[in-house]
Every structure is written in C-alpha cells, then in structure tokens.
Nanobody, 125 residues
Framework: VQLQASGGGLVQAGDSLRLSCAASGGTLRTYAMGWFRQAPGKGREFVAAENWSGSSSAYADSVKGRFTISRDNAKNAVYLQMSSLKPEDTAVYYC???????????????????WGQGTLVTVSS
C-alpha cells in the first residue's frame, strides 16, 4: 500500500488543521494506523494511533485532548484533526500503516511497515 499525507501548512497558535493520509494499492480496513512527527533536529516521535477497527486509540501526552485520529474506510483514508495548535507542534507529520488485526495500539515506529512522505506543519506564535 502507498500512503500520501497532505493538509499541512502554516497556521497561527490556537488554530486548527486536519491532516489526511490517503492510501492506494490496498484497503486500510485491516490496517493499524499511526501518525508520527519529526521536528527540526529531533527524532521521530509518536503522535497518535488506532487499531484496524478504530475501537482502540492512543495519543502522546503532548497532544491528548487536542488531536484526534479517525478514518473513513469508504475513502480509504485516515485523518489527524489537530486543534489548539502550539508552536511546539511544528514538525513534519507522517502517517504510517501496518496490516494487522489486533486490539492493541502500538506507538513504536518500527511496528509500522508502510510510511507516507510527510507533510509540514508550521505553527507560528
């Protein structure tokens, strides 16, 4: 499966933004999905993830209550709704996928087999 992340841009602190991750070459119905980000000069960090059915999800403490992961199987896409954005949310955001049916949600980048190319989110103060 190929993943294409989009929706990034330049916003002000407090704004909202929705990132999209469109899949081709396969259906995401049986994929666990994750969002990660990488700020300049830092390593890739976990943001949010959900299991294949969407029945379980997990969020990094830094985004909990502000970000929401969701999917639309009809559109074969996953989204990251971001609100109350902060300058420290500035990063390249990546979506990731793994074809697996399980309840557990995993935050390790190594768990995910497929990655999108990333979309840049810049939050100005």
């Amino acid at each position: 499966v190929q993943l294409q992340a989009s929706g990034g841009g330049l916003v002000q602190a407090g704004d909202s933004l929705r990132l999209s991750c469109a899949a081709s070459g396969g259906t995401l119905r049986t994929y666990a999905m994750g969002w990660f980000r990488q700020a300049p000069g830092k390593g890739r960090e976990f943001v949010a993830a959900e299991n294949w059915s969407g029945s379980s999800s997990a969020y990094a403490d830094s985004v909990k209550g502000r970000f929401t992961i969701s999917r639309d199987n009809a559109k074969n896409a996953v989204y990251l709704q971001m609100s109350s954005l902060k300058p420290e949310d500035t990063a390249v955001y990546y979506c990731a996928a793994r074809p697996i049916i399980e309840t557990i949600v995993r935050a390790l980048p190594s768990y995910y087999a497929y990655w999108g190319q990333g979309t840049l989110v810049t939050v100005s103060s």
